[in-house]
């Protein structure tokens, strides 16, 4: 059971949207039109990711870590060699969404703001788990390139307009990382709750000088003769 749920999240992760299916079937509408319509399907089974590992128990814990490890080590993977294509095809947060096929730019858009989504909701569901993960050896690089690939998606105004719940997603996370300044309301109700040790740590009793006692002994006078 456990290697067929890591190979659906495989699918997930590597299998992105096709705008050129759409197109062909949706003649009226832009590619870009056509892309929103079929994310909205993408993202209700991308959900689905969050939701199994809320299914794990506190005993469980193990199989969920493992599971987080797979999900992150597979889309660094991914978003790494899609930001590549991107920039090798001179693609940045201000270019307008391609109208033309373009079978290796269209597919590494498509897992950029797919994977950045999915990480969005993982890292808001399990922030500490994720900040751990961020501190192994062997995901050294990650937290680099997520917050590359955030930053891109927060800036495009295709699939990521101020309006959109997917900018929401996208802003929320970058604040909650700290790569951007916090609103003043912000509030992460799944991040665990640091209690100040100022106003939390007992106050501890001044400790009492001990008064020197002077030892009593033999001792010289001022007024007396040697």
């Known amino acids: 059971m456990a290697t067929l749920t890591i190979f659906i999240l495989m699918m997930f992760l590597l299998d992105p949207l096709s705008c050129q299916n759409e197109t062909k079937k949706d003649g009226a509408l832009s590619r870009l039109e056509s892309y929103k319509k079929a994310f909205v399907a993408k993202r209700l089974m991308q959900k689905s990711i969050v939701q ?13 870590d493992s599971m987080m490890r797979t999900v992150y080590e597979t889309m660094a993977k991914v ?31 498509s897992l950029v703001y797919e994977n950045c989504l999915l990480y969005s909701d993982v890292h808001l569901r399990y922030p500490e788990i994720t900040e751990q993960i961020f501190m192994t050896k062997s995901m050294a690089s990650f937290k680099s390139i997520i917050s590359e690939a955030l930053f891109f998606c ?3 105004d295709d699939l990521f307009d101020e309006s959109t719940d997917y900018y929401r997603l996208v802003n929320l996370t970058l604040q909650d990382m700290g790569l951007i300044q916090r609103e003043e309301n912000f509030t992460n109700p799944y991040r665990k709750k640091v ?10 009793p001044k400790a009492k000088k001990e008064k020197k006692k002077l030892q009593r002994g033999p001792f010289l006078s001022k007024n007396k003769e040697l």
């Open 195 to 204: 209690k100040d040790p100022k106003l939390t740590a007992p106050v501890q």
């Open 52 to 64: 199994k590992l809320a299914s794990y128990t506190d005993q469980d814990y193990k199989k969920r």
């Open 79 to 109: 978003l790494a060699k899609s930001l590549k294509v991107l920039k090798d095809n001179n693609f940045d947060e201000k270019s307008p969404f391609p109208e033309e096929n373009n079978y290796d730019l269209d597919e590494s858009l």
């Open 154 to 156: 927060s800036k495009r």
